[in-house]
T-cell receptor
Framework: GEQVEQRPPHLSVREGDSAVITCTYT??????FFWYKQEPGASLQLLMK?????EINEGQGFTVLLNKKDKRLSLNLTAAHPGDSAAYFC??????????????FGEGTQVTVIS | EAAVTQSPRSKVAVTGGKVTLSCHQT?????MYWYRQDTGHGLRLIHY???????EKGDIPDGYKASRPSQENFSLILELASLSQTAVYFC??????????FGAGTRLSVL
């Protein structure tokens, strides 16, 4: 089945600097890709969903890049601020004839923004 | 406001006891899921359902049962709770292939 590797497991970044989290996956049928943010003691909140090949999506304070050729998904936090301190998870969904939503999650990256 | 509501938010159970975790969604979604999260790790799928009165096994179903009596409700049942089942449990709902919306989680401690 699908395997998702997320790196690094921990990341410290100075306020105003950028940081990159990367996930690699194995199943070539992977179709939907997600980044979730989890603040301490809280649930997971969707940051972004992408599904096109080699796509760059920009959100508020971050950029997501998907490279299907290399089976790589990355999240770039730009100009980090204290509110970015959280755990970040990538998740991958394989399209299997309409029955999906079975996300395979990476192990997570704990981001700490240092003032 | 559409939401996924889990109850209880936390629970302490004894080894060998029965535990039921409940989930209610008002998103009008067909799909519902139960994931567990162990400290410092990602989420792993236990059971899911895409229609009422039917459940499917996820990646780690052993030791868990699920029940979907209606579109809105999805329960996770631990018939004989064990220490290894101490974790945070998340319920989620989704449309067919779209984004999962998560509940706030249930912190379960088995002693």
């Amino acid at each position: 089945g699908e395997q998702v590797e997320q790196r690094p497991p921990h990341l410290s970044v100075r306020e105003g600097d950028s940081a990159v989290i990367t996930c690699t996956y194995t199943d070539p049928n992977s179709y939907y890709f997600f980044w979730y943010k989890q603040e301490p003691g809280a649930s997971l909140q969707l940051l972004m969903k992408v599904f096109s090949s080699t796509e760059i999506n920009e959100g508020q304070g971050f950029t997501v890049l998907l490279n299907k050729k290399d089976k790589r998904l990355s999240l770039n936090l730009t100009a980090a601020h204290p509110g970015d301190s959280a755990a970040y998870f990538c998740a991958v969904s394989v399209r299997t004839g309409g029955l999906s939503g079975k996300l395979t999650f990476g192990e997570g990256t704990q981001v700490t923004v240092i003032s | 406001e559409a939401a996924v509501t889990q109850s209880p938010r936390s629970k302490v159970a004894v080894t060998g006891g029965k535990v039921t975790l409940s989930c209610h969604q008002t998103n009008n979604h067909d799909y519902m899921y139960w994931y567990r999260q162990d400290t410092g790790h990602g989420l792993r799928l236990i059971h899911y359902s895409y229609v009422a009165d039917s459940t499917e096994k996820g990646d780690i179903p052993d030791g868990y049962k699920a029940s979907r009596p209606s579109q809105e409700n999805f329960s996770l049942i631990l018939e004989l709770a064990s220490l290894s089942q101490t974790a945070v449990y998340f319920c989620a709902s989704s449309r067919e292939q779209n984004t999962l919306y998560f509940g706030a989680g249930t912190r379960l401690s088995v002693l």
